[in-house]
C-alpha cells in the first residue's frame, strides 16, 4: 500500500515520538535497576572525577531529556513552537506555514538552541571512554592531549552547528498543531554526526591497538577479567555510538525531512546508559578483585585531567594526583563498603618522568 506523502509524515513523526518516549522509558529503567551499585559505587565515594563523569551521564539525561520530549513529542501551536525555540530569524530558505490563519510568507529561521541540550548529552559519554582509554595506553601525555583537542574539536563544530539557523519540520497541511522539530538547512548536519564519528574510531583503534601490543608482549595483563572486560564493553560502546551516528548522518542528509529525527533518540539516550554501566561494572569487578583502576603507581599514576598539568619532566619526584581508583571495600574501606572508590585530593605519589607508553603494571590494571 503506497502512502502519499500527508500520511507518510504522520508515520514518521509518529515513529520518532514512540523512539523518543521509548528511549526516557529506558534511561529511567536502567538508572533504577542500577541504583544499588551506584549507592554503593558512587555516591558513597568521595568527591572525584570518576564521580562527577558518573553523574553527569546518568542524570543529565534524566532531568533534560523531560523538555526535550515536550518539544518533539507534545503537539504544539506555531506561538508555541517559537517560545520554546525562542530567537526568530530571518532566513533565505523558503519555510511553508501550514496554518491557515497564522500563514507567514516570509522565510522563517529557529536557532535551535535546545539543541545544544542533546549534544552533551554524547559528550559526557565521549569523555568516559577517553579517560579509560588514556589510562589504558598507559597516560601517555600525546594520546592524552591528541584525543582531547580531537574531542574539543568535535564538540566546538557540534555547537557551532546546532547554534546555527534551523528550520522546523512543516507541520502537515491539514494541522493546526504540530510537534516543534528542527531540522537542518544545509548539509553541515551531517559533519555533526561525523565528527563524532570520527573521535570514536581513532579511539577505538588505539585501544585495539594496545591490546594486540600487549598480547604480543605476553603482558600478563591482556588476560585480566578486569582489562577484558573494559575492552570488551569500551570497543561495544563505540561500536554502537559509530553506528548510530552513521545512521543519523545518512537519515539527515536525505531530503525527507520528516525522517531526520527517527534516529536521534538512540543518539541522545543510549550512549549515556552505555557510558555508565561501563563505570559501574569496572567498579563492580574492580572491587571484587582487589585491583585499583587506575591508582597511584611508579609506571602509571592515577588519571586525572591535572596529572599531566601538575607532573612536570623536569622533575622525577614530583607529586601528581591520584584518581579513580578501584579498591577492595574490605581492605581498604572497612566491612560497610565505604569509599570504594580512592578519592584522595592530596599528591600522594611520585611521578616518573613521562614515557613514550608507559605500561601498565599488573597491580594497576590501568
Not at 126 to 131: F, M
Request: net charge neutral; proline share 7%; hydrophobic share 45%.
Amino acid at each position: 500500500m503506497q502512502l502519499d506523502k500527508a500520511e507518510l509524515t504522520h508515520y514518521h513523526l509518529l515513529v520518532s515520538l514512540i523512539g523518543f518516549g521509548a528511549g526516557y522509558c529506558m534511561i529511567l529503567y536502567d538508572w533504577i535497576s542500577c541504583i544499588d551499585l551506584e549507592f554503593k559505587f558512587i555516591c558513597k565515594a568521595k568527591f572525584s572525577f570518576t564521580k562527577i563523569i558518573y553523574l553527569f551521564c546518568r542524570y543529565w539525561p534524566i532531568v533534560t531529556v523531560p523538555y526535550v520530549l515536550r518539544a518533539y513529542a507534545v503537539p504544539h501551536t506555531w506561538e508555541t513552537c517559537e517560545q520554546i525555540f525562542r530567537i526568530p530569524v530571518d532566513g533565505s530558505y523558503p519555510w511553508v506555514c501550514a496554518h491557515c490563519n497564522d500563514y507567514r510568507p516570509e522565510p522563517r529561521h529557529f536557532l535551535a538552541w535546545m539543541t545544544v541540550v542533546a549534544t552533551w548529552n554524547l559528550l559526557g559519554s565521549e569523555v568516559v571512554l577517553l579517560a579509560r582509554t588514556v589510562a589504558f595506553r598507559g597516560n601517555n601525555r600525546v594520546i592524552f592531549y591528541s584525543l582531547s583537542a580531537c574531542l574539543v574539536a568535535a564538540t566546538a563544530y557540534q555547537n557551532w552547528v546546532v547554534f546555527k539557523p534551523m528550520l522546523f519540520i512543516p507541520f502537515i497541511s491539514d494541522d493546526r498543531h504540530g510537534v516543534c522539530l528542527p531540522s537542518s538547512p544545509g548539509h553541515e548536519i551531517f559533519g555533526y554526526f561525523l565528527s563524532s564519528l570520527a573521535v570514536d574510531t581513532l579511539v577505538s583503534l588505539l585501544i585495539i591497538y594496545r591490546v594486540f601490543q600487549l598480547r604480543g608482549a605476553g603482558d600478563q595483563l591482556s588476560r585480566s577479567p578486569l582489562v577484558q572486560l573494559f575492552v570488551s564493553e569500551g570497543l561495544w560502546l563505540f561500536f554502537l555510538v559509530s553506528i548510530v551516528n552513521l545512521v543519523n548522518g545518512l537519515v539527515f542528509a536525505r531530503q525527507e525531512k520528516s525522517l531526520q529525527a527517527t534516529a536521534v533518540p538512540f543518539l541522545n539516550m543510549l550512549p549515556p546508559i552505555l557510558a555508565c554501566r561501563v563505570i559501574l561494572d569496572l567498579h563492580e569487578h574492580g572491587s571484587a578483585e582487589g585491583n585499583s583502576l587506575p591508582t597511584a603507581g611508579k609506571d602509571n599514576v592515577g588519571l586525572s585531567p591535572l596529572v599531566f598539568l601538575y607532573s612536570p619532566k623536569s622533575s622525577p619526584t614530583a607529586p601528581c594526583l591520584s584518581t579513580m581508583r578501584f579498591q577492595n571495600p574490605i581492605r581498604d574501606a572497612g566491612e560497610d563498603g565505604d569509599n570504594i572508590v580512592d578519592t584522595r585530593d592530596l599528591l600522594v605519589s611520585p611521578a616518573k618522568p613521562d614515557r613514550d607508553e608507559a605500561a601498565p603494571r599488573p597491580d594497576n590494571q590501568f
